[in-house]
């Protein structure tokens, strides 16, 4: 398969030059193309030589990812569906706040873990995102929105399940010969999927790392995390102990609310509990119903829950919810794509 031009670092870029027999400095120009003007398209870089231009569709995927369908919220969100080369679908979401802006991306098409209140994990895994893939959502929802001052990767898929594409795809975010975002920007969130957690941590840099606890005992958590990618929690505490101590980054304890599953008084307190013995921060998210079984918590419910944690001395936010109610949850415009 062709290589995508937008997941090509400096390295990739100087070399492919000099195997064309393309005077250096036109890799320079690429990456100014690339990282400065964030811009995918072969055509549209008009300082360089069309026979150039004409080599860099022949030899790369230039652009390959192309926005299909945006769903705009009043509030200002904007969910993008995006179309893959190979027609495969994912989305990310454009949220613009008074000082700054979020991208969240994702990093699968569809979820191996299939949590059974999640849309995006419904039909399994379908394939994972390349690292040029990963670059050109970040660059589309750039040429969309503007330089972002975050980014999350919190979209469909479960990242740590492909580091092979996204750390490589961190690293040209975060580079100075890159897009040169800072780490401290950037949190990757996890299912807690030990093996890429450990991997994460040997990275050893300020990424911010949000873990999915979602349960306070690993029998809650079995109603909500299918087995075959299921860690104990134990063992995801752990390795987000040493992603913490590696990237020198408090990390946090994500955690959907669901009616009558998670969000007892109970939970509450022993949920602070773990939070305070590992200098972690809780977010809590009620739940965006889909079409299953599952319900999201009263008002009343959510408010007593995170007083409860306030009152155990635990750093506890509840997740802005904007983006408005049309295919709000995570997966679900991809779902009704799939559909059509
Ligand atoms: S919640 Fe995250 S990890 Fe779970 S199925 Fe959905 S996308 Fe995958």
Redesign the pocket.
Known sequence: MKPFLAGSNIDTLTQWCLERKLPKFRSKQLANWLYEQVEIDPDAMLNLPQNMRTLLKEDFHAPGTQISEIVSSGDGVEKLLLTLHDGECIEMVVIPAEERLTFCL?T?V??????Y??????NGLTRNLSCGEIIEEFMLGTKRAGFPDNLVF?????GMLNVEQLFPALEILTSPDGFGMSPRRITV???G?VPGMLKFAELKKEYNLAV?LHAVSDDIRAKL?PAR?RFSIAEILKAADLCRDANNRQYTLEY?MIAGINDDLDSARKLAQIAISHHAKINLIPYNATDGDFRRPERTVIENFENEIKSAGARVTRRVERGGKKSAA??QLRISRMKK
């Open positions: 994702s699968q569809g979820c191996p873990v299939g949590c209140f999640c849309a995006s994990g419904k919190m979209g469909i898929g479960e969130s996890t299912s999927y999915s995390i990618v959907t995570c997966g």
